[in-house]
């Protein structure tokens, strides 16, 4: 089941630093991003093998590419101050609210194909892509 919940900034309990506008609303049961349980399994054997079982899972997207926007799946051994935790099973997923924007409603999957496998979303909000699918356009 996917749970999300922002993280508070400081020891004073406030989660909204100077600066910064709050994540936008999301509608009431709408999930905000999905993965599959391949996914899931691969993620969670990927951060074994790098000895952190318990970091997080971090998914984002960052300007750059042919088209303007480029995913971006990392490893996290800390939470930022803005960080949404989503959870699926024992595996945590931070999402900046930034990112969140672009990837509302997508599914994170895990495929194999025969020239080769990793991790690939499918996202309602992309318009379209470049040529060698590194970026998206929303």
Same mark, same amino acid.
């Given at each position: ?14 989660? #909204? ?8 609303? &999301?509608?009431? !049961? =709408? $999930? +905000?991003?999905? @993965?599959?349980? #391949? ?8 951060? &074994?093998?790098? !000895? =952190? $079982? +318990?970091?997080? @899972? ?20 800390? @939470? ?59």
């Amino acid at each position: 089941m996917q749970t999300a919940s922002e993280h508070p900034s400081d020891a004073t309990g406030s989660n #909204k630093p100077e600066g910064l506008s709050p994540a936008p609303p &999301v509608e009431e !049961g =709408t $999930p +905000e991003i999905q @993965l599959t349980p #391949k996914a899931v399994e691969m993620a969670k054997k990927a951060l &074994v093998r790098r !000895g =952190t $079982p +318990e970091a997080y @899972l971090r998914l984002g997207v960052r300007g750059g590419g042919c088209s303007g926007l480029a995913y971006a799946i990392e490893f996290s051994d800390k @939470l930022r101050t803005r960080d949404l935790v989503f959870e699926f099973g024992d595996l945590r997923v931070l999402v900046d609210p930034k990112s969140l924007v672009f990837l509302r409603g997508s599914t994170l999957d895990y495929e194999v194909k025969l020239m080769g496998h990793g991790f690939k979303f499918v996202n309602p909000n992309e318009k379209g892509g470049c040529g060698c699918g590194e970026s998206f356009i929303v």
